[in-house]
């Protein structure tokens, strides 16, 4: 969440609806301190820390030409040093004080391919999430748990801006069902480990599509899928 109206109507929205107790944090996520501060003002409130998702993320798309040095570290310090500085504190946290936790973060099949030369900054960050979470996920093994997922575009705010053909295009690839695989999708946080299963952009859910609609009894045991 971006602002503090936002922050307080999902707080007030998860209070309501989960009957659970909640609290908002303001933090810059590229600073060594606010990260240091979030992790205080978090365990002194809950005593533990059960999961971390980072999920912060900036992008500046624009051409070549009007990139610049600037606006590129931007985007690393949050998307990706962020996701190092809580990955580094919290989870250090979770390793050596809790002995248990969790932690998700959030990527882009943009750090898997490139589709869009605009955001090719937003792509290397996202792409160093990746490689940031196989190693903390050796690093932390076997008493944290840690795992990355790279979902495709998702029609948010930060994609608001985006050129309007793309944005298009980008919306047919859009599934409209939910594929389940062997349970590894119901609960990410209770994954024994990232390496179980791993599908990777369209064309991989393209080939599950055809195999599921062209014989499902062949899945019935392992696979079922929603509309």
């Not at 609806?17 to 301190?33: C, G, L």
């Not at 050129?163 to 047919?172: G, L, N, S, V």
């Not at 939910?178 to 859910?205: A, C, L, T």
């Amino acid at each position: 969440v971006t602002n503090k109206e936002r922050a307080e109507e999902l707080k007030n929205k998860l209070i309501s609806t989960y009957n659970i107790d909640a609290i908002k944090i303001q933090a810059d996520v590229s600073k060594e301190e606010d990260c240091l501060r979030l992790l205080e003002e978090t365990k002194n409130h809950f005593e533990t820390i059960d999961c971390l998702v980072n999920n912060a993320g900036i992008a500046i798309d624009t051409t070549l030409e009007d990139k610049t040095v600037e606006n590129f570290r931007k985007i690393l310090d949050i998307n990706l040093i962020g996701v190092f500085l809580m990955c580094k504190h919290i989870g250090t946290y979770m390793k050596d004080v809790q002995g248990f936790g969790s932690i998700v973060n959030i990527s882009s099949t943009n750090g898997i391919d490139s589709y869009y030369s605009y955001s090719m900054d937003y792509d290397a960050s996202k792409a160093g999430v990746i490689s940031l979470t196989h190693n903390f996920a050796n690093l932390y093994a076997p008493t944290i748990r840690v795992n990355c997922i790279a979902p495709g575009w998702v029609n948010t705010e930060m994609n608001k801006e985006l050129d309007k053909e793309y944005i298009a295009k980008e919306k047919k690839k859009i599934l409209s069902k939910i594929i389940i695989y062997k349970n590894k999708f119901v609960n990410v946080f209770w994954q024994r480990s990232y390496h179980d299963h791993i599908i990777r952009g369209e064309k991989d859910y393209q080939k599950i599509w055809e195999y599921i609609d062209g014989n499902p009894s062949k899945w019935e045991d392992d696979c079922f899928y929603t509309k």
